[in-house]
């Protein structure tokens, strides 16, 4: 088990939800599914909460109701070391969302996801203020990060 263990609420999509992350994620699995019981807040039966790992992260997914949603405040990021990797997870995470900026994207349930090269950090903190600032009005520039451009704005290409 994680120290740090995300949670998420849904309002009914929670098991979807689980399904959903671990068939985009490699090496990862429903670990379990509990549902209401009697004189809980929600009919008997319904899924309470289901627990998955995602790439060795385990997070649970409740069903609370509508009281709350999701915010771009809370976000994954999801780091990628090449473009085939970059483009799976834009792609996969944001069928039935929407697509944003700088690699941004928001999934079907309204969950906020950052799909970037891993590299990125290393580009954007460059000793060379020149250097770092290029691969940020490059990267402001994007949706989907591109590694390539990334590097060639890097570079001064």
């Known amino acids: 088990m994680s120290k740090i263990t995300p949670f998420l609420w849904f309002d009914g999509q929670a098991e979807a939800a689980a399904n959903f992350y671990v068939s985009v994620f490699e090496d990862s699995k429903l670990l379990n ?42 976000s994954f990021v999801v780091n990628c070391e090449t473009q085939d990797e970059i483009d799976h997870y834009w792609e996969k995470l944001a069928d039935g969302g929407a697509h944003l900026q700088c690699g941004w994207l928001q999934d079907r349930y309204g969950v906020s996801w950052q799909v970037v090269p891993a590299i990125l950090g290393q580009l954007m903190s460059d000793s060379e203020s020149a250097r770092a600032q290029r691969v940020m009005t490059a990267m402001l520039q994007m949706g989907k990060l591109d590694i390539e451009a990334l590097q060639q704005a890097h570079r001064g290409d």
């Open 33 to 74: 599914v509990s549902r209401y019981g009697d004189g809980a807040p929600m009919p008997k039966g319904t899924v309470m909460a289901a627990s998955f790992l995602l790439a060795d992260q385990e997070f649970i997914a409740l069903n609370g109701g509508s009281q709350f949603t999701f915010s771009p405040a809370i």
